[in-house]
Structures are given as structure tokens and as C-alpha cells.
């Protein structure tokens, strides 16, 4: 995917990455924390967890497309080589996800599902959402670095006069 609507894609679909991997992370964790939450949640958490891994790929497919027609520097390199590795944090997080499902509906069939279990799904489900929600920040803080470099940040503002 290169463009979409003439804008380059990778700049549209980042904001889905940088809404989906939080979201899936904080309702992952929840879920495998609250039984509450995880009965009413589970099934969104799922849908979540694939939509985000397949958007993860489309993604950085379409930043490497834009990559080639840009300016090549360090930072954009190591933006590029941080985007490359978010696959690696959103997966564990679908896994965590699917275990958390096989733990959902064992509690569904009233299957008694040991405490040491859940206990390690939960750690797996706070561990994956943490480290990918904290992957897609550094990832998008290297990507704004790549774009705005060292510009002055603070806004000038003239006086106006009255």
C-alpha cells in the first residue's frame, strides 16, 4: 500500500497503530485481571489483538514504500529499525490473548482453571501490553524525531497591538 486518498498510507494508518496497541493493551490486561471485564471484553479484546497484528505489517510495508521516497538520515533509520521490531510486541499479545480465551471458556463450562494459570496469563497479558504500548511510543517518538529533527518546538508568538 503506498498512498491512500494522495497521501502517503503509512501516515494514516500509524494513528490506527498508535490507537489499536494501547487500546488491546489496556483491555487485554483488564481482561486478565477482572472476570467481569474479561466475560463482558474477551471477544472485542480478540478482534482487537488480530486487527492491530495485521495492521502492524501493512504499516510498516507502507513506512518502507515512503522510506524510499524521503531523505535517508540516522533517525530515520532508527525509526525504520524500531518499526520493524513492533511485530514482535504485538504478538505476544495476541497469545496472550488466545490463552486468555482458553481460560474464558473453560470458566464458561464451569471447568475449574487453576489459580497458578490465570495467575501466569495475567503476568503474560500485563507484560505484552506494557512492552508494546511502550514500543509504540518510542516508535513513534523516533518518527516524529525522523520528521521535525531538532526543530525549535515552542511556539513564537507575536504582540498584538490594540
Not at 489499536?20 to 478482534?47: D, E, G, H, Q
Not at 497469545?95 to 473453560?106: C, D, F, I, K, S
Not at 501490553?129 to 517518538?141: L, P
Request: hydrophobic share 55%.
Amino acid at each position: 500500500m503506498s498512498t491512500i486518498n494522495g497521501l502517503p498510507a503509512h501516515i494514516l494508518l500509524v494513528h490506527a497503530i498508535v490507537v489499536f496497541v494501547p487500546l488491546t493493551a489496556l483491555l487485554l490486561v483488564l481482561s486478565a485481571v477482572w472476570p467481569v471485564i474479561r466475560r463482558r471484553m474477551i471477544w472485542f479484546v480478540v478482534v482487537l489483538a488480530v486487527v492491530t497484528l495485521v495492521l502492524t505489517p501493512v504499516t510498516t510495508d507502507a513506512g518502507e514504500w515512503l522510506e524510499k521516497r524521503v531523505g535517508r538520515s540516522p533517525a530515520l533509520h532508527t525509526h525504520t529499525h524500531l518499526g520493524d521490531t513492533l511485530l514482535y510486541f504485538v504478538l505476544p499479545m495476541l497469545v496472550a490473548t488466545g490463552l486468555l480465551v482458553a481460560v474464558h471458556l473453560r470458566e464458561r463450562r464451569n471447568k475449574p482453571v487453576a489459580r497458578a494459570v490465570v495467575v501466569a496469563v495475567a503476568v503474560l497479558a500485563v507484560a505484552s501490553g506494557v512492552a508494546a504500548t511502550v514500543q509504540v511510543y518510542r516508535i513513534g517518538d523516533s518518527g516524529a524525531r525522523a520528521t521535525w529533527g531538532d526543530r525549535n518546538q515552542t511556539v513564537q508568538t507575536q504582540p498584538t497591538s490594540r
